[in-house]
């Protein structure tokens, strides 16, 4: 009975003591599939560079992958950007903009500029996810839902095209504009041409499918805080001037993390850290791939043939970031591969991390009307990708 009771009571206290355990590690499993699910790109990324190891083992030569400068302007650039939004900078500034207009037309414009130009000082993304909610507030607020999904999908496209003028407007231009050492007036005077044209299309398509209907947006009690404001804005100056090369980058990758935490931790904490990991581990995928003689024979020949088209081609399949970080192993045509990879970023709804963004917005507002907003997207964008591909294919005959 001695034995039997104490054998009892033994496995009682094995077994309490390792449910908790196995608690412990579901719950830590669960939250690491649903971050590889909310970071689909990263996750991809990942698999794709854990394969490529498999073909070229771990050696010296992944030190020379990493672009350390382009992981450091980026982190900076989106740690300021996030300590701005904190404090709803870039929210007021906005709503204050659209208030001045009186119609529907003019109000969806204002928006889609805001976007367009956010995306130039801010990145896409985060322009996105900016003004998303400021165009979903003007809209429901006004009674005029019925152009929410057209503004959605306008902004989403301004926020792809807008950014492709300035070198940290687009992930991909940061990177592309590091690597190649491109000159600053030189990027803009390539990226000039796409631009204008996208910003023509854009304004077509508001005047044309929004009609000038009156409206009128409440005015919102939101003060900012001066102080912050003046001294992240003074932060955003230098992480503008680290990307231009006006300050080693690693100056500013001391200085912003360090007045951050002081001022404001979670702007740290609501960093896009994914999307850092995202270029971490596609430039072990892209560096892998180069060193693979086959791989290098094919797409060498592909960027030969036409590096603008094979771009855009690319980004329809893998999403744009990837695609620049990719074929720029492959190619020193940087020119065409720049105008690739933005214009590239319209298209699929995978074209750009953007564009899915937008997808989930749209649909967490607007939960039955997923068929409709896709296929509105798809129009759109892919009339501006094949307007945009086909000017700068004939600008190139010229």
Known sequence: MAAHHLGATGGAAVHGWHVPQLHLHWDLLEKLI?????NVVMSVALAAALLTTLVIPVDAQYLGYFDFKTLSCLFCVLAVVCALKNVQFFYILAGKIVRCFKNARLSVLALVYITFIGSMLIANDMALLTFLPLGYFVLTTTGKEKYMAFTFVMQ??????????????????????TKFNIPNLEFMAIMAPPFLLAVALITVCCLIFVKAEPLHVADEKVTLPVGRTVLYLVLFV????????GIPYWIGLVIIPLVLFFSDRHALKMVDYPLLLTFVFFFVFAGNMARIDVVRWVFSALMDRSTLLFSVLSCQCISNVPSAILLSQFTGNYADLLVGVNIGGVGTLIASL????????????????????????????????FLLTAFMLLLKLI
């Open 238 to 245: 230098l992480s503008i001037a680290i990307v231009f090369r």
């Open 156 to 177: 989403n496209i301004a926020a792809n095209l807008g950014g492709m003028l300035t070198p940290f407007g687009n992930p991909q231009n940061l990177y592309l504009y």
């Open 354 to 385: 953007a564009s899915l963004i937008t997808f989930s917005q749209y649909t967490k507002h607007n939960p039955g009307k997923t068929t409709y907003y896709v296929r509105l997207f798809s129009a759109f964008n892919f009339g501006f990708l």
């Open 34 to 38: 649903s971050f590889f699910r909310k």
